[in-house]
Structures are given as structure tokens and as C-alpha cells.
């Protein structure tokens, strides 16, 4: 979606994904159910857990890996404060995540984008990508939604192209943001 957005609009929009900044961990931080005295648990540790009766695989951010999303965070901010028009492909784990987002970027200037999309979908596109653990995107399905924010655009991309999407996305920024608003008038 992100990629679509990129090649449909007239806006050129840098790219920052979570992705990006997981992978550039050095291997040692990146840990498979790394106990707490590991550094795999340092940075980011896939942990299989149990959660509502149901075998998933958790990600977990350690105190470096925390460290790592902040300075992401703040190189969004940086690039927009340097006039960047950015898309940013996160997954908001945590309502801080959201929060410190809200703390660095300009509220009139940021729209809060929800990418939804049936979990069955979900499931079948995490089984197909190598290297992905089944039962990631049903560990966090629910809770990266559930900040009591209203978005300021949703897209569902169960049925629809990316293409589409992202003219709905470009069409949906003509319009004044306000979930950042919202958030700060709390």
C-alpha cells in the first residue's frame, strides 16, 4: 500500500517502515523466545504464547528495541519537519506508540491512517510470506486498533487493490486531519 502510494501520487512521499528498522537490528538483539537474561531479548523477541485459548507468536520489544522505535519515531519527525512528505508503516503495539507519535508530529499536518483487513486474509498473506511466524498478525489482530482514536481515513484491503487504496488515501488527505486533534484535546 505504502509502495502504491509512492507510484500513485503526485506527492513524493518517503517511505518508513517498522520493517525497516527491525531488520537493521544487529542478529544477537533480534531473539526466538529469548529468556530475559538473553540479549535476543534486548531488542525484538518473537515469543510463542497462548492468548485467548489460542496458540500465537507475540513480538516483544526489549529496552533497545524500545530505544530503536523512538529514534524511528522521531526520524518521521525529522523528515517532515524538513518539509518530507512521509508514509509511515507501523503497527501501533502500544497506545504510547501512537502517543509519542502525536508528541513529535504536527497535528494539521498528519493523518492517522487505519489498514484494516479480514483476518482470515490476514492469515492466508502471513502464511504465504517466508520468513513469517504463523499466528504473528493474530497476537495483535485486535489491540494495534484499540487506542480509542477515531482515524482520520480507513482502508480495508481484504478485497480491494492497493491501487484503489491508495487514490482513496490521496483523496482522504484533501481533508483537514484530526484524529492527532482529538488526541491532544483530551
Known amino acids: 500500500l505504502a509502495l502504491a502510494l509512492q507510484k500513485e501520487s503526485k506527492e513524493h512521499f ?3 517502515a517498522l520493517d525497516q528498522f527491525r531488520d537493521g537490528l544487529p542478529p544477537s538483539l533480534r531473539g526466538l523466545n529469548s529468556p530475559a537474561d538473553d540479549p535476543g531479548s534486548l531488542g525484538l523477541n518473537v515469543i510463542p504464547e497462548i492468548i485467548k485459548g489460542k496458540s500465537v507468536t507475540s ?3 526489549g529496552d533497545y528495541g524500545e530505544k ?5 519515531r522521531r526520524t518521521v519527525s525529522q523528515l517532515a519537519e524538513a518539509g518530507c512528505s512521509v508514509v ?10 501512537l502517543l509519542d507519535y502525536v508528541s513529535v508530529l504536527q497535528p494539521s499536518k498528519t493523518w492517522l491512517v487505519a489498514v484494516r483487513c ?3 486474509i490476514v492469515r492466508q498473506r502471513e502464511a504465504a510470506r517466508a520468513g513469517r511466524f504463523p499466528g504473528t498478525a493474530d497476537s495483535h489482530f485486535d489491540s494495534i486498533h484499540d487506542h480509542g482514536v477515531p482515524y482520520d481515513i480507513e482502508v480495508d484491503t481484504s478485497t480491494r487493490s492497493a491501487t484503489d487504496l491508495a487514490h482513496e488515501i490521496i483523496d482522504g488527505i ?6 492527532f486533534h482529538n488526541l491532544l484535546n483530551r
Do not use: E
Open 59 to 61: 513480538i516483544k520489544f
Open 14 to 16: 518517503q517511505h518508513i
Open 88 to 97: 509511515v508503516d507501523d503497527i501501533l503495539f502500544k497506545k504510547d506508540y
Open 118 to 120: 479480514d483476518l482470515k
Open 68 to 72: 530503536v522505535l523512538m529514534v524511528m
Open 174 to 179: 484533501k481533508v483537514r486531519p484530526c484524529a
